[in-house]
């Protein structure tokens, strides 16, 4: 018996593996224990592994990688159509075997402890960030009842807290104000904590020689630079900018048939978080070309902006800046912000 390949499908306990030969007959079928997948796979001959692109899979190909084995990590849904009928572990792991050999099959690189560290500081920030958000709708909205209002913007909501910590302006009954200072004390919590996550990520930023680079892009700041590192280290998974692109999702949903082009709106494929990071830092650069009209740098977008509404520009600037991204990924080069002869004609 020759494996030669071998489908892999992760479990918290128990995993199924398929594997098959050159020619693509069934030659194994089995249950494993999470103890027992590395001593398995020491034991078969260097061969082509296959798993989805789930919780633990970057681990698990790290592990099997260093015994010997080649092994390739495939989007969840694109191994879908190779699953025959019903829901089984033995059928995922016989439809990974089979999507994991085909030529027209797509791939996740596997990510490095660094790069998982530096992605798990960003998911905590971005988790804080929504808690934090969503105690601030809490705290205006219960102290509207009270007819206790403050203007837009988390940096006023200090001007609640303040009322609320003074009891004669806090105009409620106790058993409220009670209750809302307890989220104003949680509110204050998150703050720190946020506070301490952008730091460490400002840390790794600055010890990170790509992510410098990045952070030199119109539109890129440390978080975003830092994301676009840790996501998509290595750029040569990518044919080219435009790939890229349409990887985060930056380019129009296509629905095209019958010789007809036709483009609905953004496909939103890919990393969502690192999307929204492009699209804020563009958006940025939209309200720049907006207020300053003359100046060459934003004639490019103030173009767009006079054919196309304001959020449609903020997708065409995110998708040119992922484009530039991949680019200084690519070539290893640093950016150069060109001279105003050429940005006037851009």
Known sequence: MHVATVGLDLAKRVFQAHGADAEGRAVLRRKLGRGEVLAFFAKLPPCLVGMEACGGAHHWAREIAALGHEVRLMPGAYVRPYVKRGKTDAGDAEAICEAVTRPGMRFVAVKSPDQQAALMLHRTRDLLVRQRTALVNALRGHMAEFGIVAPVGIA????????????????MPSLARRA???LAAELETLGVRIDEAEAAILAWHKGNEASRRLAAVPGIGPITASAIVATAG??????SGRHFAAWLG???????????????????????????LLVLGATSLVRQAQRRTKEPAFAWLRGLLERRPARLASVGQANKTARLAWALRARGEAYRRPAPAVAAAA
């Open 156 to 171: 006023r909501v200090g001007e609640l807290v303040t009322i609320l910590l003074d009891e004669e302006a806090a105009a």
């Open 234 to 239: 290595d750029a040569s998974q990518f044919a």
């Open 250 to 276: 930056l380019v129009p949903r296509q629905n095209s048939s019958g010789g007809k082009q036709r483009q609905g709106g953004t496909s939103k494929a890919g990393d969502g978080y690192l999307r929204r």
């Open 180 to 182: 809302l200072l307890a």
